[in-house]
């Protein structure tokens, strides 16, 4: 009854009410050879303490125990414990939107909060309740900057996250915004001269994401120079949250699209997560989504209401900035809670950690690959590029438990067997030691075979 809630007598009513006798009479229009005359070839039925019990075993396969060092806009960052603890309290997990101030006190007060800490952490003047991902936010953002310039063309780093540019080509698409690609230089960081030679006097803004998507932080000063010359916006992603703790924060940028999963959001196979819009105070009115204020009621005690909404089902639809359903209430707990958490003091030290670890990891991998963009900084990302595929290496690394780098051939085939590694505080100096071993013995079998290949072209030669 608990997943088939028809009984017999139901399922009687119903055809009863519709004028049939049976099941089959139902089905009938449906010609016979389209029909399945047998039992469904499943396994029996479980009850639910099998069902519970085959699950865990599946999640276990699925990677306990397994160190990962998949990065690439979704990172594996310790959750502390109290944010599932707090974030499973009834008025919490309650899907209601704060429009009535008097009972959302809260859920208004917790997004306050959220929004002061984010301003904060950017150096932005105003930040948004949250948006979906870092992706939409960065799209929402250069939509922003054409309402703001009233110029069309968009100007995006090609180091930008590839998933970030597809998912802007999309809006772009019936939007009337032509999108312009600039490359990368042998140091990972965007073209300087290739930048200034793409903004024209049509161009609404430059998106550039730093750290940016191979790991390498941005000249994000020089950039802005550039971008600002032509009256052109500067759109700053930041797909790896945890990075402000010890990069300095991009204030010459007009708008920050930024994804906050790093800070306590769990990486839930893709989502939700967490997405941000900071921006100047000159700014808000172009702001897509909603902004919570602070207020004082009758009786001058404190009070949070919700201060701007944008959305078209607020406001005349041809007047809204975002058809952006609804900001991430709750995910952005998560991320409020472990701000706080850890504090200014605490977030500098996850990110030295982090910092720490690829330093160790990429210098490492230098001894036995290539590491690509050596001469840039660098955050917790790093590119290795190998002799061998790296899809051949990554499957040998699951035999020691470990995830391997992001092959990169997908998105950048000029790069060749290069992949994507990233380091955070949970990546343990064993983990990297083994996975240079077998990195190390995958390059030294391919040198091997090279030089044996080598050999038989000398011997067949003077046989000739």
Known sequence: MRYLPKSPADREAMLKAIGLR???????????????????????????????????QRSRENGEGYTSFLGAGAYSHYRPVIIDALISRGEFLTAYTPYQAEISQGTLQSIFEFQTMICELTGMEVANASMYDGSTAAAEAV??????????????????????REVLATYATHQGMPLGVVGFGDDGQINLQELEKSISAET????????NFFGTIEDVAAIAE????????????????????IVEPPHEADIIAMEAQSFGVPLGFGGPYCGVIATREKFVRQMPGR?????????GKR??????????????????????????ALIALMVNIFMTVYGRVGLKELAKQNLAKTAYAAGQFAKHGRVLFAGAPRFNEFV?????????????????????????????PELGNAALWGCTELTTRSAIDTALRVVAESEGSVQSAKEEAAKEESVEELAR
């Open 22 to 56: 049976s099941v089959d009479e139902l089905f009938a229009p449906i010609p016979g050879e389209y029909r399945l005359s047998r039992d469904l070839n499943v396994p029996r039925q479980m009850a639910e303490s099998e069902i519970v019990d085959y699950f865990r």
């Open 143 to 164: 939509m922003m900057a054409v309402r703001l310039t009233g110029r069309r063309r968009v100007v995006v780093a090609r180091s930008l996250h590839p998933e970030y």
């Open 204 to 211: 609404a803004c430059v998106l550039i994401q730093s750290p």
């Open 226 to 245: 550039i971008t600002h010359r032509s009256g052109a916006m500067l759109v700053v992603s930041i797909a790896e949250a945890v990075s402000l703790g």
């Open 291 to 299: 902004l919570v204020g602070q207020t004082t009621d009758k009786h």
């Open 303 to 328: 009070g949070f209401v919700l201060t701007l909404a944008t959305r078209e089902q607020h406001i005349r639809r041809e007047k809204a900035t975002s058809n952006i359903c609804t900001n991430q």
């Open 384 to 412: 290795v590029e190998t002799a061998e595929d790296p899809h051949d290496i990554n499957n040998r690394l699951l035999r020691h438990k470990i995830v391997g780098g992001l092959p990169l051939k997908k998105f950048y």
